[in-house]
């Protein structure tokens, strides 16, 4: 799934590495509120729990997950897509729904 947008420049980059996917989820929940729907976002990563942490926060947000989509010097590349009308989530906790 991810090789399709390995050779396609994201739109942002968001640089995650060293933190813990829950740091790295609010960072990433700021940076899509802001980006226009299509946005392709590259997210890079040194957390294990990446692979299972952003697949998921797309799935409850409705932005589309594209898969891990190259790595670099001890990080792995996830690419994702901003989706119109996605869920917003809670700035300080990106699980929970805003209200």
């Known amino acids: 799934m991810g090789a399709e947008t390995s050779s396609v420049p994201p739109d942002v980059v968001v640089d995650g590495i060293g933190m813990l996917c829950v740091r790295l989820l609010i ?6 509120a802001e980006a226009d729907p299509g946005t392709l976002v590259h997210v890079l990563t040194t957390d294990p729990a990446a692979p299972i942490d952003l697949p998921s ?5 409705g932005h589309t997950y594209l898969g891990p989509v190259g790595e670099g010097d001890g ?7 901003v989706e119109a009308g ?13 209200r």
Do not use: I, Q, S
């Open 75 to 81: 990080h792995v590349v996830h690419a994702l897509r």
């Open 57 to 61: 926060w797309c799935h409850l947000t």
């Open 86 to 98: 996605a869920l917003r989530t809670r700035a300080d906790r990106p699980w929970h729904p805003e």
């Open 27 to 32: 960072k990433l929940r700021g940076v899509v």
